[in-house]
């Protein structure tokens, strides 16, 4: 596991050159401004705690492979806490009705947050013991280097006050898994094959694409929103756009390339 654990290292830092850490690291931009993408986060941030609890865990299976990775899903399911503490103090929690929080979480503008999860969900639903290690060591490694980056814009404002994204996270988030150097050791002692390292290779870089396509949506965002205008407003503008589904006709069936035979005009 040595040549994937130095895999994920090279991407880590490849993937810490993105604009949204370049925008993070400017201190000419106010602190807050900076960390004003905390509503792109929102699915992320709760579907994160259900990948652990139902798709990385299984009590069922009693393996060491296994433990490790639910010891891992107990340790990072419950974080959520954190990020409703900011948004809060971040003045960025809304009085909203139901659908409107529903509205912008599944808009077009936080679509790459959601293909994340489901990105996430469809490797970890094929891959082997070995490869759910990797999975959860890339998931680490991104993860360090993001809110590492955004404990050091937290510590620039008074007070310090936010913890999901400030130092309290960030120091609970070694980087590694479970963050001790026994664990470190016994990953990188674990043995794969030429075609398991190309495989794991190949997954740790399919979850690198979701995180940096992750990261581009939230630096996007943050180009067309400032701090004032979130504060104020009464919710964010963003919406799910579109008309009611209904069926297709003849015609558009057919346009569509539908393998069922039709009859009709058109």
Known sequence: MKRILAHITARSEEFAKEPMFQYLRDESIDPEQRICFMPMMAHFVFSFMDVNLYILRNELIDTPYQ???????????????????????AGLDKMCTFTDAMLFTWSD???????LTYEFVAIAAKA?????LAIVETVEST??????????????????PYLYYGSKHS???SGHHMGTDGAIDYLGAIELSDDE???????????????????AEMYDWVQGHELRELRQNPF?????????????????????GTPVPTSGAG
């Open 143 to 160: 993860g360090y280097k993001f809110l590492s980056t955004t404990a050091d814009v937290c510590k620039s404002i008074l007070g310090d």
């Open 236 to 256: 964010f503008r963003e919406r799910v756009r579109g008309q009611v589904s209904r069926p297709l006709n003849v015609e558009e069936l057919r346009q569509h």
């Open 67 to 89: 433990r490790l990775i639910n010891i891992h899903s107990y340790e990072d399911a419950t974080h959520w806490p954190w990020w409703v503490n900011d948004m809060k103090r």
């Open 197 to 215: 390292f190309t495989e794991t290779r190949a997954i740790v870089d399919r979850l690198y694409k979701a995180y940096t396509d992750f990261v």
């Open 128 to 132: 082997s013991p070995k490869q759910l």
């Open 171 to 173: 120091n609970v988030e």
């Open 109 to 115: 503008v936080t679509r790459r947050s959601r293909m």
